[in-house]
């Protein structure tokens, strides 16, 4: 089946560092998946940080830039200089987009981001 | 915008207990999910409902039931609870137009 594999935390990095979060992605079902990048912050919901449905295409967002790569099969999040406001939780995802029939998404494990001021 | 809203917020049950969570959308989305979330894994694919009436299993549809009583709304039966079982359950609804899901808060679940 399909899979999503990311950085195992927690991640601790120091505000204005970079950062990166590694996904590697295993999509038996789906020749062309759609990426995306998924945050949960501190007492909210989930929400969707970016996505990317090309391959070889970048996305971005909150200044996080990720780039769909088919032939590493990855899809790694990264940031220049991080702020306090970024601790959260990440997770990476897959899915068939509007032509799967029903969209069902493979997420990661999460990533938990903490930024020490 | 639009919301999704989940109750209970908390659910805690005793072993055995059937037990109900509950999830409304005013995006007037079609298509409706619930995952689970266990502490250090990823969200998990119990059900999904593509429209009004139709349900779909997921990977782990094992010990729930689903329920799509009308287009807004969309719930979740434990059959059984699991002693000493955790997890929390989260709510999504689909814009089919820009390829993404909406999470509600989630229920948190504690079995005793």
Redesign the interface.
Known sequence: ?DS?TQTEGPVTVSESESLIINCTYSATSIAYP?LFW?VRYPG?????LL?V?TAGQKGSSRGFEATYNKETTSFHLQKASVQESDSAVY?C?L?P??TG??????????TVLSVIP | GGI?TQTPKFLIGQEGQKLTLKCQQNFNHD?M?W?RQDS??????IY?S?TENDL?K??LSEGYDASREKKSSFSLTVTSAQKNEMAVF?C?S?D?GK????????TRLLVL
């Open positions: 089946g999503v759609n998924y909210e919901g989930l929400q969707l996505k449905i997770y995802a899915g987009g509007a029939g029903n969209n069902k998404l493979t997420f990661g494990q999460g | 999704i298509t999910y995952y250090g894994k990823g969200l998990r694919l999904y593509i779909q997921g990977d989260l999504a689909l089919w390829d993404t899901q909406y999470f509600g808060p989630g």
